[in-house]
């Protein structure tokens, strides 16, 4: 009797000892999800993916480290890698299929292929089918179906969007840019203003409004686009087209040696369209 209340004894103890162990590591698991994932959100793609691969020296790649790396693959613009990787995910829910579209979305920017685009709407489609609720999805697929030079449609989506929620400052912004691709300028106006009281958009979403203030014509006052310009840099300073739009200004406005030095950080940041426009006005 004492030893088969020995070997129990034994056994409840190796029980709690796995049982803690196995707490140990989700808990271990869960801190380097929320620092790779925070590592992500700013940019720091780098040390996400050193984290990335340590772990995986050690551990088999799940779902949640797959999701973790095609982030950091679609962050360092290795979108086709990410959109491979993500096809491999075992349960695929709206996340994963906005992330594939996503991935899509850039590839076709990338490659002036429409078919892309394509992919990307199926994704999203199902994203949605998923999940009506992902705001992201919503605008997502605007953005797709606006470089598909479906704008009318684009505005639908977005509209949609706006009925599950009619405050989203990123959907109200998308609206203003739908707004005036069809040639709406006042409207597109009120809604970059209305986007811009609110404490939600991230600095890319800021930068673009900026942009679209510029090119709108319903303000063409010279300096007041300028100036919007001037914004959409200090939001987003690696984004060479709005380098290249300033640079436009200034050359309107006469100042050459600005409007060079703009076509020149444009080029710098991967913008060759330019070379022409440097040959015409850099002499």
Request: aromatic residues 8%; proline residues 1%.
């Amino acid at each position: 009797m004492k030893k088969t209340h020995f070997i129990r004894s034994l056994s409840y103890t190796i029980i709690i000892v796995l049982a803690i162990s196995a707490c140990s590591n989700d808990k271990s698991f869960g801190l380097l999800r929320k620092t790779i994932e925070k590592e992500i959100e700013m940019g720091d793609y780098k040390n996400a993916l050193t984290r990335i691969e340590n772990h995986l020296k050690e551990n088999k790649l799940n779902d949640d480290f797959k999701i973790l790396k095609a982030k950091v693959l679609n962050g360092i613009g290795e979108h086709e890698d990410a959109v491979k990787l993500l096809t491999t995910v075992s349960k695929k829910n709206d996340t994963i299929y906005y992330l594939i579209s996503e991935n899509y979305f850039h590839i076709a920017n990338l490659s002036d292929d429409d078919n892309q685009y394509f992919k990307a709407i199926k994704n999203i489609d199902k994203s949605l089918t998923q999940n009506p609720q992902n705001l992201n999805s919503y605008i997502l697929k605007a953005k797709i179906l606006h470089n598909l030079d479906k704008k009318k449609e684009a505005m639908t989506v977005i509209i949609n969007g706006l009925k599950i929620s009619p405050q989203n400052s990123k959907l109200i912004c998308y609206r203003g840019i739908e707004r005036l691709s069809l040639g709406d300028l006042r409207g597109s106006e009120l809604d970059f203003d209305q986007s811009l009281n609110s404490k939600d958009l991230d600095s890319t979403d800021i930068s673009y409004i900026f942009r679209f203030k510029a090119v709108n014509r319903y303000n063409d006052n010279l300096e007041v686009k300028i100036k919007n310009l001037n914004k959409a840099i200090s939001y987003s300073p690696k984004n060479a087209i709005n380098y290249e739009l300033r640079a436009d200004l200034y050359f309107i406005k006469g100042d050459t040696a600005s409007a060079c030095e703009d076509y020149s950080k444009a080029i710098e940041l991967g913008n060759m369209s330019v070379f022409e426009k440097v040959k015409e006005t850099c002499k």
